[in-house]
T-cell receptor, first 114, second 118 residues
Framework: GNSVTQMEGPVTLSEEAFLTINCTYTATGYPSLFWYVQYPGEGLQLLLKATKADDKGSNKGFEATYRKETTSFHLEKGSVQVSDSAVYFCALSPPSGGYQKVTFGTGTKLQVIP | GAVVSQHPSWVICKSGTSVKIECRSLDFQATTMFWYRQFPKQSLMLMATSNEGSKATYEQGVEKDKFLINHASLTLSTLTVTSAHPEDSSFYIC??????????????FGPGTRLTVL
């Protein structure tokens, strides 16, 4: 079946540091890939997505590239801010064809300190 | 962008009572809505998938008689936790999916409902 593996957290960084959160997946075909962010006490917000190989999703300074050859979708940001502190979930949605069930990773907590 | 609301945002109830949580898509029609449960410091667990006008599809291990789901319209789905007990205390999150080409569909999440059963 489909699965998503994320690096375990928490990740603690100083403000303006470079961020990488690793995500790899297992799926057949070409799934769509997502990063969601969850701020404390809130639901999930879509951060970015990519729907085919070599696509780069980007939003709010975050980027992730769909790498089919390494089955990865690592999240990066060049300079994090305190306001980026949240839990980040990598997820995949299978290719078209009926019942679309999203598979989530376990989440990685990011804490940015001033 | 697509907005999904949930009501209430938090609820405290006594053991044995039932609680209804509403999920609404505010600016789009959602052919499919999903209900998730999130335990502290864990990922989301899909409970069930509901399509407008049909019975919900429950994931393995989820009691359909305890977690009643109704998807009465293209903009509203409700989750009723019947005879709630303290172990049902959790963060419940709904999401809605727009119709269209399946491989571009994105789920839009509600802000979640914190249920505490005393």
């Amino acid at each position: 079946g489909n699965s998503v593996t994320q690096m375990e957290g928490p990740v603690t960084l100083s403000e303006e540091a470079f961020l990488t959160i690793n995500c790899t997946y297992t799926a057949t075909g070409y799934p769509s890939l997502f990063w969601y962010v969850q701020y404390p006490g809130e639901g999930l917000q879509l951060l970015l997505k990519a729907t085919k190989a070599d696509d780069k999703g980007s939003n709010k300074g975050f980027e992730a590239t769909y790498r089919k050859e390494t089955t990865s979708f690592h999240l990066e940001k060049g300079s994090v801010q305190v306001s980026d502190s949240a839990v980040y979930f990598c997820a995949l949605s299978p290719p078209s064809g009926g019942y679309q069930k999203v598979t989530f990773g376990t989440g990685t907590k990011l804490q940015v300190i001033p | 962008g697509a907005v999904v609301s949930q009501h209430p945002s938090w609820v405290i109830c006594k053991s044995g009572t039932s609680v209804k949580i509403e999920c609404r898509s505010l600016d789009f029609q959602a052919t499919t809505m999903f209900w998730y449960r999130q335990f502290p410091k864990q990922s989301l667990m899909l409970m069930a998938t509901s399509n407008e006008g049909s019975k919900a599809t429950y994931e393995q291990g989820v009691e359909k008689d305890k977690f009643l789901i109704n998807h009465a319209s293209l903009t509203l789905s409700t989750l009723t936790v019947t005879s709630a007990h303290p172990e049902d205390s959790s963060f419940y999150i709904c999401s809605a999916r727009t119709s269209g080409r399946a491989w571009t569909d994105t789920q839009y999440f509600g802000p979640g409902t914190r249920l505490t059963v005393l």
